[in-house]
């Protein structure tokens, strides 16, 4: 079964500052892996995702992952925090069944203080 | 092009109510799926169809079940409604099984 684990309830980072998001994932053989944000009384935006190639995946608002294979981790990042990213954030990962079905993390709070 | 849409986007029942919630899916996808996000449990899969078929179908009892209609549209109905059916039904439509557009969600609150 696959899973995935973002150990963080809550991030906290001024506005400026660099920010990570963690994840780590369980799944067998090569991971799908994927990035949502949700704000307040919406559905999951799409930010970016890995199949495969560069460990480092860009994606939308200037957020980027970085897929580490030995530590299972896909990582969200970004260099410069916006207050407007303050939002709950997803990790998910898609298995090898050929099918759509993601199993997402429990999310992560991040709140961006001016 | 026009997102995922889902009507209708707040919904009060009863216990012991049934309800049906649709989704358009993104013109052109076939796949769609649906998930349940609570507080606490987050956000967790029910089932997906593709081209009118269920090929996939999450750890719900059997008062939860779904269907896809010839253009892709789907609806999904929730029987005998209990207060731990309330939630945020979240649907979902793929072109090509990678990324998955959400639409807003269903917020349903059984009382």
């Known amino acids: 079964a696959q899973s995935v684990a973002q150990p963080e309830d809550q991030v906290n980072v001024a506005e400026g500052n660099p920010l990570t998001v963690k994840c780590t994932y369980s799944v067998s053989g090569n991971p799908y892996l994927f990035w949502y944000v949700q704000y307040p009384n919406r559905g999951l935006q799409f930010l970016l995702k890995y199949i495969t190639g560069d460990n480092l995946v860009k994606g939308s608002y200037g957020f980027e992952a970085e897929f580490n294979k030995s530590q299972t981790s896909f990582h969200l990042k970004k260099p410069s925090a916006l207050v407007s990213d303050s939002a709950l954030y997803f990790c998910a990962v898609r298995g090898l069944s050929g099918y759509s079905t993601l199993t997402f993390g429990k999310g992560t709070m991040l709140l961006v203080s001016p | 092009k026009a997102g995922v849409t889902q009507t209708p986007r707040y919904l009060i029942k009863t216990r012991g109510q049934q309800v049906t919630l649709s989704c358009s899916p993104i013109?052109?996808?076939?796949?769609v799926s649906w998930y349940q996000q609570t507080p606490g449990q987050g956000l967790q899969f029910l089932f997906e169809?593709?081209?009118?078929?269920?090929?996939n179908k999450g750890n719900f009892p059997g008062r939860f079940s779904g269907r896809q209609f010839s253009n892709s549209r789907s609806e999904m109905n929730v029987s005998t409604l209990e207060l731990g059916d309330s939630a945020l039904y979240l649907c979902a439509s793929s072109l090509s099984g990678d990324e998955q557009f959400f639409g807003p969600g269903t917020r349903l609150t059984v009382l």
């Open positions: 169809y593709f081209s009118e078929t269920q090929r």
């Open positions: 013109s052109g996808h076939r796949s």
